[in-house]
């Protein structure tokens, strides 16, 4: 079993997970993986930054499919006995003039940046070792998105003590309440994308809240964190952040130092604990 550390991005084969994967290969002081849904896409992004003389190594991984999840939790157990860094990047987000019905874009917006992200979580969170730090990147969206809600909602995803199956039910409910065409009627705002934001940095609060409860001699952080508004297929090019700026946060977030006590279950934008 190797003893050196390992770092593992999510979703990295392009954009923000790219440029994360690119600065953690100059910075960590490890093995880095680079992860993406197709070997294929992977393993050429892994080329790329060969070519820059960097050594990122591959693993496939798809966030959606609980599977592969499981095969890259046997591999990290098997091959380093856990791991130091986990930066969950992968999400997805339909475009602005995407002619796909709102219901279909909530489902399948919220299976991956919700409960892609929470699999992955329940399989590698207790595979962290003492130290360690997560990393998931939300959006400010989140934060503009739960504006929008009602005061009951609000109220809800503000609080200390909801639980993850709280949280799982609410995020069930707005898919249902989209379906049903009710969703504006019990307070949920018009974006698949942000409500599925929201469950990000919620779901952030509460597992570094376990955390403290379950691991607390551990010192692992763990913190929700925003990009910022970066130009990638997703935001596409009128955006004001290169790749390498939105993966600044997300970067210092992974790589606070091990005595470092905070941030931890905060939302994070700029490298600045923002109020939730």
């Not at 993406?36 to 820059?52: I, M, N, S, T, Y």
């Not at 952080?221 to 910022?228: F, S």
Request: charged share 20%; with cysteine; hydrophobic share 40%.
């Amino acid at each position: 079993m190797s003893s050196v550390p390992v770092a593992v991005v999510t979703g990295s084969n392009k954009g923000i997970g790219f440029a994360i994967v690119q600065a953690l290969c100059k910075q960590f002081p490890g093995d880095v993986y680079l992860t993406a849904r197709d070997p294929g896409r992977g393993q050429e992004a892994v080329a790329k930054l060969q070519k820059e003389g960097l050594n990122p190594l591959f693993h496939q991984l798809d966030i959606d499919d609980v599977q592969s999840i499981r095969a890259l939790r046997d591999f990290l157990k098997e091959k380093y006995g856990g791991l130091n860094v986990l930066v969950n990047n992968a999400g997805i987000a339909f475009k602005v003039h995407d002619t796909t019905p709102f219901a279909v874009q909530a489902e399948v917006t919220l299976k991956t940046n919700f409960f892609g992200t929470r699999n992955i979580c329940a399989e590698l969170l207790p595979l962290v070792k003492p130290h360690g730090k997560v990393v998931n990147v939300s959006s400010m969206v989140s934060s503009s998105a739960l504006g929008r809600c009602s005061q009951e909602l609000q109220q809800k995803f503000r609080s200390d003590t909801i639980t993850e199956d709280e949280l799982v039910g609410l995020m069930n409910k707005f898919v249902e309440d989209v379906k049903n065409n009710v969703h504006e009627k019990e307070g949920w705002p018009n974006t698949a994308y942000g409500v599925s934001k929201i469950g990000v940095t919620v779901l952030s609060r509460i597992q570094a809240r376990m955390l403290n409860e379950k691991r607390k001699g551990d010192h692992i952080l763990l913190n929700a964190c925003c990009p910022g508004w970066v130009r990638t297929d997703m935001a596409g090019p009128q955006a004001t952040k290169s790749p390498d700026e939105g993966a600044e946060t997300p970067v210092y977030l992974a790589l606070l130092p091990s005595d470092a006590d905070g941030p931890h279950g905060q939302f994070v934008s700029n490298k600045t604990v923002q109020r939730w």
